[in-house]
């Protein structure tokens, strides 16, 4: 699991790649996004695109993320689901919670 | 492949690391069946999500505790039975991660997850204690 960060404006966007899954990957997701909320940094988009596998864990990751966000305030995006993780969020209603785009400039006009 | 089913056994230690192992084997049993990808994918997820559950719920990541894996393998499906060694659990006293309450709770998908993409799944209580998960996945045509 890696993380590379963005910067478009006053948005930072997560380009993670490989494995969301319990343990090393969830801890990933985690400690980035505190080090951009530690930093002030409130509009954040997650990508991911190049992550080929999550477990359920990772799901909780993505929510628990997310609840961390809004509670300082910030806002939270996700970008390029592939698939199965947009199956996975649909079938457990969070599809409703998270705004989801396909398109990096669409999630960057969203904020 | 003969109609009859073949077994692969296996028995872990309930560590975490081993659960890539695991999802080794099963990717590799799924490939040779010739499951169509996605089902393989499923069946992983939710064979991984069981033995978390196992080490983790079941076993509270005792390495002396074994998490045994049954692969049962036949012609038109594959049967899994997980068996840890904890206290066991009432499936029926799981909340649901669909209702509104839980919708933001960061765990409690797993077991939704297994139920959704398996096509049978049950939760046995074991006499001699611990609890053993059972799911089943035909070969669709």
């Excluded at chain 2, 079941?58 to 049967?79: A, E, H, M, P, T």
Aim: hydrophobic share 40%; net charge negative; aromatic share 6%.
């Amino acid at each position: 699991m890696k993380i590379e960060t963005r910067t478009v404006g006053d948005i930072k966007i997560l380009d993670c790649s490989g494995r969301i899954t319990l343990g090393e990957g969830t801890m990933v997701v985690r400690n980035a996004v505190r080090e951009l909320l530690k930093a002030n940094e409130k509009k954040i988009i997650l990508n991911l695109a190049e992550v080929n596998y999550i477990d359920s864990s990772g799901i909780g990751e993505l929510v628990s993320t997310y609840t961390t966000v809004t509670s300082n305030d910030g806002q939270l995006k996700l970008l390029g689901l592939t698939r199965k993780i947009q199956e996975l969020l649909a079938i457990t209603k969070l599809l409703t919670v998270f705004q989801v785009f396909e398109d990096e400039q669409a999630a960057l006009d969203s904020f | 492949m003969n109609k009859t089913a073949n077994e692969v056994d296996v028995s872990i230690c309930s560590a975490l690391d081993n659960l890539d192992l695991i999802q080794i084997l099963t990717d590799s049993l799924t490939d040779f069946m010739r499951f169509d990808e996605d089902s393989a994918h499923w069946i992983g997820m939710s064979v991984r999500e069981s033995v978390t559950n196992a080490i983790q719920h079941g076993n509270k990541l005792d390495v002396n505790k074994k998490v045994d894996i049954r692969f049962q393998v036949q012609q038109d499906r594959i049967s899994i039975f997980i068996k840890d060694q904890g206290a066991g659990f009432c499936v029926d006293e799981i909340p649901s991660p669909l209702d509104s309450e839980n919708l933001l709770k960061p765990s409690g998908r797993g077991i939704f997850y297994i139920r959704t993409f398996m096509d049978e799944v049950e939760f046995r209580n074991l006499a001699r204690g611990g609890m053993e998960v059972y799911m089943m996945k035909k070969i669709s045509n």
